[in-house]
């Protein structure tokens, strides 16, 4: 599946309470996803989600993998909200 679906099908899941499922999905599209924009739009939305489920030790990694991946890309501002909201909740 691409991995703009399987986002989008995480979002899903997570909008209908499907924490489990939400969190499998994102964990597979990061192992599978390559750098770029929708790598890190799921490493902010997973990072996200782990501290809500208070498992902040876990979050830390991926958020902090998502402000370097941005910093990586070649995208202008395409990324900003998303960088700015990762190192928000790094605080």
Do not use: C, N, W
């Not at 995480?10 to 929708?38: C, K, M, W, Y």
């Not at 790598?39 to 402000?67: F, I, N, P």
């Amino acid at each position: 599946m691409d991995g703009s679906l399987q986002f989008q099908k995480a979002l899903l899941q997570l909008d209908h309470g499907r924490v489990e499922r939400a969190e499998t999905t994102l964990r597979v599209l990061l192992e599978s996803e390559r750098p770029g924009v929708i790598r890190v739009l799921a490493l902010v939305v997973y990072g996200e989600l782990l501290q809500h489920l208070g498992r902040g030790d876990e979050a830390t990694a991926y958020l902090e993998a998502a402000v370097r991946e941005t910093a990586d890309l070649d995208v202008d501002d395409l990324l900003d909200v998303e960088a700015e909201r990762a190192r928000d909740l790094l605080e």
